[in-house]
C-alpha cells in the first residue's frame, strides 16, 4: 500500500440490509493504512456512534477496526450508516469511508379514534386514523358504510408526518344525518420481500335528531350528495370521481315516526348536478410517423376529439400549408346541427372528427389546427385548441429530360421539372464540368416548392457550337427521416448551321488530296466513254473489207448457220448485208421470196468472221464505262463531302467558349 493511503471497510453481522424490528445487527468498521491510520469514526447519519483516535506509529502497514452491536432493532434505527478514516504523514491528512443501509421492517399498526361517538346534532366530530410501520405506511384510507371518505395518497392534506414511520390522517364533519355509521381505518405498508401488510380498525359514531332532509352538491373534492335524518336512516352518496353520466337532477326522500305518535313523517329535497370541466382538445394521429412524417401516396388520419362540462358547443378544423393561406372548416356551433362527419358521445360529453386522407401529396402539407369551445364553471365560455405538424416525404425525382436541337444564333431556353417532399434545396446544371446555373446561387432560376420548375434562357447572341454537348441535372432534398436524396439526369443539346459558301482558307489546304481525286474522276469518266466509241469504229471499219458477192454467213444464230449466195431464197430472221453504197442486196426478213432493197449502210461479215451485231455489243461497252466512271466519280465525291463536313464540325465546336463567352479563331484540326 502507498505511504499516507487508508483503506476503510463498514461490514455487518449478519448481512442483508433488512432487519426485523427487534432483531439484532453487528457493524465492524475498519480502517487499514501506512502508517498506521490515526482516526476511525462510526456513524449514523451525522450522529457520531464510536470513535477511535490515536497517534503515529512505525511505517509498517497496520489496520485499527472496532465493532458495534444493536441489540433490538427499533425504527429509529433504520438509515445509512458510515465508517470513516483518516491518516496522516508529514502533516498531509488522507481521507476514506465506506457506509451502508438499514432498513428496520415492522408490519403496519392502525389506531382509530372519534373526537366523540354518540355527538349532537351540528356537534363538530373528528375521526383521526394513525398509521405505523417501518417501512413507512404508504396508504392510508378512512370509508364510512363501505363508501371510501378520504384516502392517503389521492387527498394532499388528509395526512401528516409526525415522524419518519408514521401517517396521522384526520377528518372533521359536522354532526348530521350523514355522520352517523361505521368508520373504518385501513391502512398499509409493505415488509420483507415486498411483502404487503394490511390492518382495519373501525368505530360506530351515531347521531340523533327529528327527520329532516336536505341535499347538497360539492364540487369540490369529492362531490356529495347527501340525505340527513335521525332515527329512520342514514344515506350518503359519494362521488369519488364525477362524470359526466353523473349529470341529473337527484332527489332524497326522509321518513321517520316521532315518539309519542303513530303518524309517519316525511321530508324530501332535490339538488341537480352538473359536471363541469373546461373543453379539453386532443389531436392524436394514424399512420404518421413519430417525427411527423406522411410518404407520398399514403394514407393517413387526423382525429380532433373535445371533450367537457358542459358538452362543447363549437368545433373548428383548418389546415395551413407552408406559405399558404389557412383553409378553415366550421364544423359545428349553436346554430348548426351536428353534421354527419362529427361523432357526439352525450354521455362523455365528447365531440370527435376525423380527417381522413386517403393518398397523401404535397398539398397535404402543413400545420392542422383544432379549436373547440363549451362552457365550463359559472357559465363562462372557454376554449383550447391543438396543433399537428403533418410533412408529406418523398425522395426528390426529375422529371424526364429531353435532348434540345437549337438553331445557331437563335435563342432555347433549358426547362428543368422536379419535385420532393420536403421541397428540393439543391438544383444545379453541369456541361461537361462547366456550370450552368446552381438555384443556391442563383435564386430566381427555379420557382415552386415541393413541384419546381427550373428555366435558364440563353439568347441570341450567346448562342452557337459551344452549347453542344452533354449536360447533367443534379437535385438533392431531404426526404424521410431528413435523409439527403439525390437524382440526376442527362441529356444532349446540338446546335445547327446551314453550311455557309465561304471557304476556310485553313482547311482548304488540308482538302487538296480530296478535290484532285474528284478531278481525277471525272477526266476518268471521259475517258471510258471515248475508249468505247474508239471500239464501235474498229469494229465497223474492220466489216468493210467485204466484197459484194462472196460467199457469207447471213445466219445470227449458230443452230441456223449456212452458206448461200446473194441470190439463194432462205428465210432469215434478222440479216443485213454489206455491198457497195447504192446497190441492191437480198436480204430475207422472216419472209418467204427476197424483197430487193437499197441500203447505203449494210455491214457484211466475211466467211470466217461470227456475225456481229453492233447495236448490241457496242451499247454495252459505252453504257459500262459511263456506269463504272459515275459510279467513281459519286463515290469520291461522297468522300470528299464527308470529309468536309468532318472538318466544318470540328471548327464549329471551336468556335465558341461557354466557360468565358468569348469568340476563338474559327480553325479546324
Known sequence: MKE????????????????????????????????????????????ILKSYDVGTDTTETYYILFEHTISSLSLDDSGTYKCEGRNTVNGVEKDNSATLDIVVIQAVDVTLAASNTSPARDESVTVTCTATGGRKPHSV?????????????????????????????????????????????????????????????SINISVSHPVEVTMTAARSGSTELSCSG???????????????????????????????????????????????????????????????EVPFGDPFNIRCSADGGRIPFYMKFE???????????????????????????????????DYSVASSSYNHDGTYNCLSKNRGASNKEKS?????????????????????????????????????????????????????????????????????TCTKVVGNSDVNFGYDGDYTVTAQNRARDNAVKTDTKSFRVTVYKNVSAAINPVSAGSNTGVLIASGVAAVLFVVIIVFGIYILYLRRRQSHNNTAGNVVYVNT????????????????DDVVLQVSPGEAAYINTAVQSPTVHVYNDVVLPTADDTPYDYARNALPVIIGGGVGGGVAFIAIAVIAVFFILKKVKTSRNKEYSPKNGTQIPYVSD
Open 4 to 47: 499516507g493511503d487508508v483503506a476503510v471497510t463498514l461490514t455487518q453481522t449478519p448481512s442483508g440490509s433488512e432487519r426485523d424490528k427487534g432483531s439484532s445487527v453487528t457493524l465492524t468498521c475498519k480502517a487499514e493504512g501506512n502508517p498506521l491510520p490515526t482516526k476511525l469514526v462510526l456513524k449514523q447519519g451525522d450522529k
Open 141 to 201: 384510507e378512512l370509508k364510512k358504510d363501505t363508501t371510501t371518505i378520504k384516502s392517503h395518497p389521492a387527498d394532499s392534506g388528509f395526512c401528516t408526518e409526525p415522524d419518519l414511520y408514521t401517517l396521522k390522517c384526520t377528518f372533521v364533519t359536522t354532526a348530521g344525518y350523514a355522520s352517523g355509521g361505521t368508520y373504518e381505518c385501513i391502512g398499509k405498508n409493505t415488509v420483507a420481500n415486498t411483502q404487503v401488510v394490511t390492518v382495519t380498525k
Open 230 to 292: 335521525d332515527h329512520v336512516r342514514i344515506c350518503l352518496y359519494v362521488i369519488t370521481a364525477i362524470k359526466y353520466t353523473d349529470k341529473g337532477d337527484y332527489k332524497c326522500d326522509g321518513y321517520n315516526i316521532l315518539p309519542g305518535q303513530t303518524a309517519e313523517q316525511s321530508d324530501s329535497a332535490e339538488v341537480t348536478l352538473v359536471p363541469v370541466k373546461d373543453v379539453t382538445v386532443t389531436l392524436s394521429t394514424t399512420q404518421v410517423s413519430s417525427s411527423n
Open 319 to 353: 389546415h395551413t400549408p407552408p406559405n399558404g393561406q389557412a383553409s378553415d372548416v366550421v364544423l359545428y356551433n349553436e346554430s348548426l346541427s351536428i353534421p354527419s362527419n362529427v361523432t357526439v358521445t352525450e354521455k362523455e360529453n365528447l365531440l370527435t372528427y
Open 384 to 452: 383550447d385548441s391543438k396543433s399537428q405538424e403533418i410533412t408529406v416525404v418523398k425522395n426528390v425525382e426529375i422529371n424526364s429530360v429531353e435532348d434540345i436541337e437549337a438553331d445557331y444564333g437563335t435563342s432555347f431556353t433549358f426547362t428543368i421539372l422536379l419535385n420532393g417532399g420536403r421541397s428540393p434545396h439543391l438544383v444545379k446544371l453541369e456541361n461537361t464540368g462547366s456550370q450552368i446555373f446552381n438555384w443556391q446561387e442563383d435564386s430566381d432560376v427555379c420557382s415552386g416548392t415541393n413541384e419546381m
Open 557 to 572: 444464230t449458230p443452230e441456223n448457220l449456212g452458206e448461200v449466195k446473194q441470190s439463194t431464197e432462205h428465210k432469215y
